[in-house]
């Protein structure tokens, strides 16, 4: 027999009875598990909130939000929350990461840098058309999903060589940083309407530019000729990768440390759990 898989709604289920059985203990509940919590959270007399970190384009959702008027809601871009205006959004709160966990470099990488899930709508095809037609070599951190076995073998894998274009597997958070440090730039050229996409700023705290498709949230979190460059398609990206060495890394770094940085995300929270509850919490002192 193969493996068997775990379902995770048998620990959402353990999560959530904990969480009824003591929720008097909480000044404000947050959760990040989307829906399934909201029956609970909706009478649990507790200050609540809900970061939503998918897509929300879907059937049905509407349906929910309708249902739980009342049920304050943080996105994680302006463009995420587009499909859902009838839900109660008290803010938008960008993501943030710790400075301490990467490092800029300032001088241009050796090759170009894709890092995220073997998946069509990630762009991995057009990441190894770009980087050829380019003659720029093509590093590809991810690992293969079980689900996407099929697209690997017949789309990625044939022009996986070794030389030009090399899969370098999964890489955890200590091969990330020198992976994204060491690249020119990160290609991110989705087809899909990413919530957020959390590899943009891990590459800026780097100091490496990205090249993205004008899709989802890059536009607000790329800054076009400052970050890196905002392109609609493939031609787009070989242009800008001609220009991607003028870009200050030194720079881009900068911009990550004024816009990304976990303290940062860290105080956001904060105001809306004082503004949910009005409690008189401490506020955070500056830091990573």
């Known amino acids: 027999m193969g493996q068997k ?10 999560l959530l009875e904990t969480v ?13 598990i989307d829906w399934l919590p909201l029956p609970l959270l909706d009478r649990s007399g507790v200050p609540f909130l809900t970061t939503l970190h998918g897509r929300l384009d879907l059937p049905g ?18 463009h995420q929350r587009l499909p859902l205006p009838e839900a109660k959004w008290i803010a938008t709160i960008q993501h943030g990461l710790p400075t301490m966990s990467f490092r800029a470099r300032l001088a241009p990488g050796s090759y170009l840098a894709f890092l995220g899930r073997l998946t069509a709508e990630k762009g991995p095809e057009a990441a190894i058309r770009i980087a050829r037609a380019a003659g720029k ?31 370098v597997g999964e890489v955890d958070d ?35 530019p990205v090249i993205a498709y004008r899709s ?51 105080k956001e929270y904060e105001e809306q759990y004082r503004r949910i509850s009005r409690l008189d919490l401490p506020r955070a002192d500056k830091g990573p």
């Open 20 to 32: 009824a059985r003591h929720a008097a203990e909480f000044d404000v509940i947050h959760s990040h």
């Open 137 to 167: 070599p093509l590093r590809i951190a991810a690992k293969i999903p079980r689900a996407e076995t099929s697209f690997f073998r017949k789309r990625l894998e044939p022009h996986i060589d070794g030389d030009r274009v090399t899969l």
């Open 5 to 14: 898989g775990v379902d995770p709604n048998s620990a959402y289920a353990v």
């Open 174 to 208: 200590t091969k990330k940083q020198p992976f994204l440090a060491n690249a020119e730039a990160l290609l991110f050229p989705i087809s899909w309407p990413e919530p957020f996409g959390l590899v943009m700023i891990e590459a800026m705290a780097c100091g490496t």
């Open 216 to 266: 989802g949230s890059v536009p607000e979190v790329i800054e076009d000729g400052v970050t890196g460059f905002i392109v609609d398609d493939e031609e787009g990206a070989i242009r800008a990768l001609r220009e991607v060495g003028q870009l200050d890394r030194r720079k881009i770094h900068e911009r990550f440390e004024q816009r990304f940085t976990a303290s940062r995300m860290a």
């Open 61 to 78: 959702l509407d349906d929910v939000a309708r249902r739980f008027p009342e049920a304050p809601f943080v996105s994680i871009s302006e």
